[in-house]
C-alpha cells in the first residue's frame, strides 16, 4: 500500500500562514464589532486581543522561517 506523498515544508508553513493571517483578520473584525457596539465588556476585548497578539506572533515566526537569509 502505497503512502501519499507528503506536502513539501515550505508549501506546509505557507497553508499554516493563511489560516493563521485569516484567524487574525477575523479576530480584528470582531473585535472592531464588539467596540462598535459598545457592548463587549472589558475582559472579553482583553482576551480577544491577546489572543489576536499571540496569533501575530505566530505569523511572525512562520514568516522568519520562509524567508531565506540574507548574508551581507
Known amino acids: 500500500m502505497n503512502a501519499p506523498p507528503e506536502m513539501p ?6 497553508l499554516k500562514l493563511e489560516v493563521l493571517r485569516r484567524e487574525h483578520r477575523d479576530l480584528d473584525e470582531a ?9 463587549a465588556d472589558a475582559l472579553t476585548l482583553k482576551r480577544l486581543k491577546k ?21 551581507a
Not at 473585535?31 to 457592548?39: F, S, V
Not at 489572543?51 to 548574508?71: H, M, N, S, W
Open 51 to 71: 489572543q489576536k497578539l499571540g496569533l501575530k506572533d505566530r505569523i511572525a515566526v512562520i514568516e522568519d522561517r520562509l524567508t531565506p537569509d540574507i548574508i
Open 31 to 39: 473585535i472592531e464589532a464588539l467596540q462598535a457596539k459598545g457592548t
Open 9 to 14: 515544508t515550505e508549501e506546509v508553513l505557507r
